[in-house]
């Protein structure tokens, strides 16, 4: 009998990758949460294994766990086979364990370079700071992660802080890495890179845990995917290419999801806010904005269109009073309020969702109560002759509560404690509740899961219909086109065109030419009209 024919004979065995971590029956609980409740979770050796869940699921305390941060109240860990129990991130390094956190673990006011060595066994005696530069930024430049060594972490951008963090795991040679949101602040095409790194990571035998909200990236990426909800498991190991966008979804969620909003036709009405070729420089004192000009109108929602570090913070910054500009001005109702204070803009009807939600957007040693007042604790009812009502406040918590669906054990809970979409709620529930006569929205979705995304991206409609004006600054091109009436694209501080989205959706050349003016084409150019890029 010859080899085809033994070989027909003989069934084939293919036998699965050996499992790098098993985790059995986990139980975490906080002051009234059980955010892990006997949860199982395995991770092959060479592959991407995706962890889904809505805000407040267990996902990244499930992670927590893993990587050492948190220790559990029950259940049992293995590692290559090992059973062993973390008492910090150091123990779980040694175990070839990384995590990059959704938020940050860096020092702001050291470089790159120092964040990456901190804690580390060499260099022990002598820091040859130069040297280490250029190591990281060989490192950075190998992998597609750009950024400054020398740069004080202060200055750079949420996604170049994001950046670093993945930098720091993949300078420690981790082979089992835990990302945790990891594209959330990421353009198109550094999405795109860091997917190739990680498919050579797959290649050389290491494995991944994918956190992420963006099923559409999941769907691509990972190999298998693991559902949790409210602490539990819902699907263990699912084959990512046996199911679906829409059966992921009801799995996180527990109900229908729907992928597109129902954005009713509307009039625009007057010019609300007015951007008048505005200047700004950015932290490191060097030209952020150049010449911006825009204007949103009331009932409309504008989108701001760009990959990261284009000078969008910078613009809701100055427009909002927390930066000031070098030259132009911006008008709220045709009164200056650039290089004026937040509250002069406040009083007049400009409400703020701040891309750092955690460190700008609130207080987070702070209740929810304490927060949603910040901006009504000097008026009654809340204020009586001067004085804080907290009797007052507290109701005015638990109302807005209730309104904004923000799950908490109680309005007194310290928002530290919150997951990211119910921060977020916090946030909306501040500002919408003072029914702004204009709404400047940074990143509003960044990190959140298909169930808050669709939540909040309901608000902003409503917000919209209600009659205020909207800029929606985000990196995400698909919430934009679902969103905005108009659509401004912003390339090294300069506005490269607007484009109108018509009610049934953005065409593919549209598409097209969007991408095209976030790359640095001016639509007139794009359009053969002739102009030429400076």
Known sequence: MDASQSSAASPRISAEPPLVVEMRGIVKRFPGVLANDHVDFELRRGEIHALLGENGAGKSTLMNILSGLYRPDAGTIRVKGQAVSFSSPRDAIRAGIGMVHQHFMLVPSQTVTENILLGLDEPRFRLRLSEYDRVVADLSERFGLKVDPRAKVWQLSVGEQQRVEILKMLYRGADILIMDEPTAVLAPQEIEELFRTLRSMIREGKSVIFISHKLQEVMEIADRITVLRRGRVTAAGLNAKQTTRQELARMMVGREVIFRLDKKPREAGEVVLQVEDL???????????????????????????????????????VITGLRKCTAGRVLLHGEVVSNRSPRFSIQRGMAHIPE?????????????????????????????????????????AERLKEAYEIMVPSVETPVRLLSGGNLQRVILAREISGRPAMLVAVQPTRGLDVGAIEGIQRLLLEQRQAGAAVLLISEELEELLSLSDRLYVIYEGRIMGEVRIPDKGASEDLVEKIGLMMTGTPLEQIEGKGATRE
Do not use: H
Request: aromatic share 4%; no cysteine.
């Open 279 to 317: 200047y700004a420089e950015n932290d490191k004192g060097l030209p952020a904005l150049r010449g911006v000009s825009l204007i949103v109108r009331s009932g409309e929602i504008v989108g701001l269109a760009g990959v990261a570090g284009n000078g969008q913070r910078e613009l809701a910054q």
């Open 356 to 396: 750092d939600r955690a460190a700008v957007g609130t207080a987070p040693n702070l209740s929810v109560t304490d927060n949603v007042i910040m901006k009504r604790y000097r008026q009654p009812p809340i204020a009586r002759r001067g004085m804080l009502d907290m009797a007052e406040a507290t109701r005015f």
